[in-house]
């Protein structure tokens, strides 16, 4: 049986505050986690939650994976900085140009995001989270595609995104140059299976698609973390 996408996960130094502001600014609630970890939820229940666990290892260079939040007007594009610098955001400046029409933001702990403005249509009808948007190669997106079983909607100068057949966020890969990754990621996936599956079944799937068992293996006795072909870490864990 194939995983699903269950999270984003950040590793994050304050998981509880850093929450509290994604929460705030996307609108989705706040829970709970098993590990000393919290969550936050779409009202969306088709979709995957956030999590925040706790990390104390030093940012290294620019993450690899950053939101684009969506707008349905200026005034919203507006509201949503406004709410985000309110929140403990702040703007940063990543070489954007000043016509463009993004806003880019840091959140409280540094991580990159954007809120694109209004009239995008490659983001429309994606939902307030149009893109997890990464740095990678053509080849980690066709990894990714066939992983999630989720159709490509862009391919071509070796750009591709990906999209559940639900709709949804989207994830895109912007080809290369793709930046040397320095140390472990504060962004990655965690994918679940049923209590029921074969996980080892479904994790030897994964690596004859591309994916690759890490030196630390299963760190826990519910998860196995795997790199994907461009060496970003994710998880394969079950869930009820």
């Known amino acids: 049986m194939t995983s699903r996408l269950f999270a984003i996960c950040f590793n994050a130094t ?73 929140l403990g955001g702040e703007h940063i400046d990543v070489g954007q140009l000043p016509e463009e029409g993004h806003v880019v933001l840091a959140d409280p702990d540094g991580n990159e995001f954007c809120v694109i403005e209004a009239g995008n249509k490659f983001l429309a009808d994606t939902g307030v989270i149009g893109a997890l948007a990464c740095d990678g190669t053509q080849e980690v997106g066709y990894f990714w595609s066939k992983a999630l079983e989720w159709p490509l909607v862009w391919d071509q100068d070796q750009e591709t995104a990906i999209q559940s057949p639900n709709g949804g966020t989207k994830i895109t890969w912007g080809g290369p140059p793709v930046a040397p990754k320095t140390g472990t990621n504060r962004l990655y996936l965690e994918l679940a299976l049923p209590a029921d599956a074969d996980r080892e079944a479904e994790v030897d799937r994964l690596v004859s698609l591309g994916a690759t068992r890490t030196s630390a293996g299963e760190d826990r006795s519910d998860r196995v973390l795997l790199l994907d072909p461009d060496g970003n870490e994710f998880s394969v864990q079950k869930h009820p």
Not at 39 to 55: E, K, N, V, Y
């Open 14 to 86: 304050r998981p509880s505050d850093l929450a509290r502001f994604w929460s705030g600014v996307l609108g989705w609630e706040l829970t709970d986690g098993p590990n000393d970890d919290v969550a936050i939820l779409s009202r969306d229940t088709a979709g995957f939650r956030i999590r925040f666990l706790p990390s104390q290892e030093p940012r290294t260079g620019r993450n690899r994976a950053h939101f684009d939040l969506t707008s349905a007007s200026p005034e919203d594009q507006r509201e949503t900085v406004a709410r985000a610098l309110e």
